[in-house]
C-alpha cells in the first residue's frame, strides 16, 4: 500500500523539480551561443569567459530561493490582466506601473520586462566603469531573464498547465524538448545588431511568448487525447527513484506538431540576449577589452555561488519532505 502511494507521489516530485525555466540546459546553451553573435571587439572577451557566462546563466533560478523578491522576476502572468491594462502596462515605465497599479500587485503576477529593462542600466554602467567582474555577472543573468522572457509559460498565470489538467507541461516544453531536439535547430543568427529601445523590444519578446501560448496547451491536449496514457510517459528507476517522463514518441509528435515553435523562441532568446550585451556596450562609449585577462572566480564569488547551491538543494529537499508527508 506505502508502496504504490509513493509510486504516485513520486512523478509529482520529478515533475515540479524540472518545472522551472529553459531548464539547466537551454539557458546554459542560450548563453553561450549568444557569445558568437558579437563583433570582433567584444567577441574576444566574451569568448575568454565563456565558461563563465554559460556556467553562471542559471544562478538567477538559483537564487530564488535564496534571495526574497527573485522569483517575480522569472516571468510576467499576463493573463490575469484584463486585455486593456495588459496594453497599458507595455507602455509603463516601472515607476509609472508602480503608480499606478502597485507594487504588490507587479510583484504578484511578475516582473520580468521592467527587470530586462533595469539590467540595462546596469550592464552599461559595469561596462562604463570597465568592471569585469559585474560585466560578466549581468550579462550572465540579463541572458537568464532575456531568455526567461522567450518562453510562452513564463507569461500565463497557468505556468504549469496546472489549471487545465496538464501538470509537467512547463519542463517539457522548455527541458525536455530542447534536451531532445535542439541539437537540429539551427542557430545561424548573424551579427548582434542595437537594440534602439530596450523597453519596446523585451515587450514586443514577452508578446510574442505570450501569443504562442494557445498552440502550447492546445497540442498537447489533443496529443494527449490521441495517444493512450502508457504511450505519452515513461517510468524509469533510477537510485531507487521512479521517474516519469514524457515518452520519446510522444514528445516528438509534439514537436512536430509545434512546428518549430521551441526552435524559434530559443533563436530569438539567443539572438535577444546578444544584442542587449552589444548595446549595452555601444550605450558605455564602447570601452576597450581586448587586452583583459580571463577573469578568475573570487573567493566571494565561491562562498556565494556555494549559498546559492545550498539554498536550491534545500529547496528540492522541501519538496521532497512536502510531498512524502
Ligand atoms: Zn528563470
Known amino acids: 500500500m506505502k508502496k504504490s502511494f509513493a509510486f504516485a507521489l513520486t512523478p509529482v516530485i520529478i515533475l515540479l523539480l524540472g518545472s522551472f525555466v529553459w531548464g539547466f540546459y537551454g539557458h546554459q546553451k542560450i548563453n553561450r551561443l549568444a557569445v558568437y553573435t558579437l563583433p570582433d571587439e567584444l567577441l574576444g572577451f566574451y569568448k575568454q569567459n565563456i565558461v563563465y557566462i554559460t556556467e553562471n546563466a542559471v544562478n538567477p533560478d538559483r537564487r530564488r530561493y535564496a534571495v526574497e523578491g527573485e522569483a517575480p522576476r522569472h516571468y510576467i502572468d499576463l493573463d490575469v490582466y484584463p486585455l486593456d491594462v495588459q496594453e497599458d502596462l507595455k507602455t509603463l515605465s516601472w515607476s509609472q506601473a508602480v503608480e499606478k497599479y502597485t507594487e504588490d500587485t507587479l510583484m504578484a503576477y511578475g516582473i520580468v520586462p521592467w527587470q530586462v529593462v533595469r539590467m540595462k542600466y546596469q550592464l552599461t554602467e559595469a561596462f562604463a566603469k570597465k568592471d569585469i567582474r559585474n560585466i560578466l555577472r549581468l550579462s550572465a543573468d540579463a541572458g537568464h531573464y532575456i531568455a526567461?522572457?522567450?518562453?510562452?509559460?513564463?507569461?500565463?498565470?497557468?505556468?504549469?498547465?496546472?489549471?487545465?489538467?496538464?501538470?509537467?507541461?512547463?519542463?517539457?516544453?522548455?527541458?525536455?524538448?530542447?534536451?531532445?531536439?535542439?541539437?537540429?535547430?539551427?542557430?545561424?543568427?548573424?551579427?548582434?545588431?542595437?537594440?534602439?529601445?530596450?523597453?519596446?523590444?523585451?515587450?514586443?519578446?514577452?508578446?510574442?511568448?505570450?501569443a504562442a501560448l494557445d498552440s502550447v496547451l492546445y497540442f498537447e491536449k489533443e496529443l494527449?487525447?490521441?495517444?493512450?496514457?502508457?504511450?505519452?510517459?515513461?517510468?524509469?528507476?533510477?537510485?531507487?527513484?521512479t521517474i516519469r517522463n514524457y515518452s520519446k514518441e510522444f514528445s516528438e509528435k509534439y514537436h512536430r506538431m509545434l512546428n518549430d515553435q521551441v526552435e524559434r523562441r530559443m533563436r530569438g532568446s539567443v539572438k535577444m540576449v546578444g544584442d542587449f550585451w552589444?548595446?549595452?556596450?555601444?550605450?558605455?562609449?564602447?570601452?576597450?577589452?581586448?587586452?583583459?585577462?580571463?577573469?578568475?572566480?573570487?573567493?566571494?564569488?565561491?562562498?556565494?555561488?556555494?549559498?546559492?547551491?545550498?539554498?536550491?538543494?534545500?529547496?528540492?529537499?522541501?519538496?521532497?519532505?512536502?510531498?512524502?508527508?
Open 224 to 241: 494527449t487525447q490521441k495517444l493512450p496514457q502508457d504511450k505519452k510517459f515513461t517510468i524509469t528507476e533510477r537510485n531507487g527513484q
Open 148 to 210: 526567461d522572457a522567450h518562453v510562452p509559460l513564463h507569461t500565463t498565470e497557468n505556468y504549469n498547465g496546472q489549471m487545465t489538467d496538464q501538470y509537467g507541461i512547463h519542463g517539457f516544453w522548455e527541458s525536455r524538448l530542447p534536451e531532445l531536439f535542439s541539437d537540429e535547430y539551427s542557430f545561424w543568427l548573424g551579427r548582434a545588431d542595437y537594440i534602439e529601445n530596450i523597453h519596446s523590444s523585451i515587450w514586443k519578446a514577452v508578446g510574442e511568448s505570450h
Open 278 to 325: 552589444f548595446t549595452c556596450w555601444v550605450d558605455a562609449g564602447q570601452p576597450d577589452l581586448l587586452n583583459t585577462s580571463p577573469y578568475q572566480s573570487t573567493e566571494e564569488d565561491k562562498n556565494e555561488e556555494a549559498e546559492l547551491r545550498k539554498a536550491w538543494l534545500q529547496r528540492i529537499l522541501n519538496v521532497r519532505r512536502e510531498a512524502d508527508d
